[in-house]
């Protein structure tokens, strides 16, 4: 399973993840109240063994200066785009920085036909809850019930992809009755606005009873 924690802010943050069973460490580098600089970020990296995590920065409509600014100092391994990239968009960060490229989309009666839209011209997928005035991060989650649907989807593109939005230690074991491929996971991992060693440890013990019954 790909496991993905997001919404690293701090050094402590980090230390606190970096040991855990993730494969993906993300980074939020636009408006949020989880956004971080690329100096920050740069630094913190330096401090903290990372091991072989890949790291992931997260865009919102970026521009391509933008992104290079953060390349220029932390060595991503996905670039993730948030917004409402078009596909000429995607299609150039792709062939100026030769990195992944993954896309967010928000769940909704026509996101598979923006999925299908989209195709393989991006490298990967999460499929976040759509809440008014937010690009993520919500803590909300979205009907579980469709996640078969997405999968079958995400096979045929032969893609990868992460379900987002709401996930907790609470109601991870009900989530993985859906089988999905990866998860992402920002707020339900945190306590007062802070990454939980805690809610991490209890995560990694409920998906690793469900790795090991597969």
């Not at 402590?12 to 855990?20: K, M, N, T």
């Not at 069973?21 to 903290?48: D, H, Y």
């Amino acid at each position: 399973m790909i496991i993905k924690y997001c919404g690293i802010t701090s050094l402590e943050d980090l230390q606190i993840v970096s040991p855990s069973t993730a494969n993906l460490l993300g980074f939020i580098f636009a408006k949020s109240k989880r956004e971080v600089t690329p100096q920050e970020v740069a630094g913190w990296i330096q401090k903290v063994s990372i091991k072989k995590k890949q790291l992931v920065g997260v865009f919102v409509n970026a521009s391509l200066m933008e992104i290079d600014q953060v390349l220029k100092h932390v060595p991503l391994d996905i670039i993730q785009c948030h917004g409402t990239e078009s596909v000429e968009q995607l299609k150039k960060i792709k062939s100026e920085f030769s990195i992944p490229v993954w896309k967010a989309i928000h769940h909704s009666a026509n996101s598979i036909e923006k999925i299908l839209s989209l195709g393989d011209v991006v490298d990967g997928y999460v499929i976040d809850t759509k809440v008014e005035g937010a690009w993520g991060g919500t803590g909300v989650a979205f009907d579980w019930k469709v996640i078969p649907d997405y999968a079958r989807t995400f096979s045929e593109l032969n893609l990868p992809y992460l379900i987002a939005g709401g996930i907790t230690p609470d109601n991870i074991e009900e989530l993985l009755t859906y089988n999905p491929l990866g998860l992402d996971v920002s707020s339900g991992i945190e306590e007062n606005g802070k990454k939980s060693l805690n809610k991490i440890n209890l995560m990694a013990e409920r998906i690793g009873k469900y790795d090991v019954s597969r």
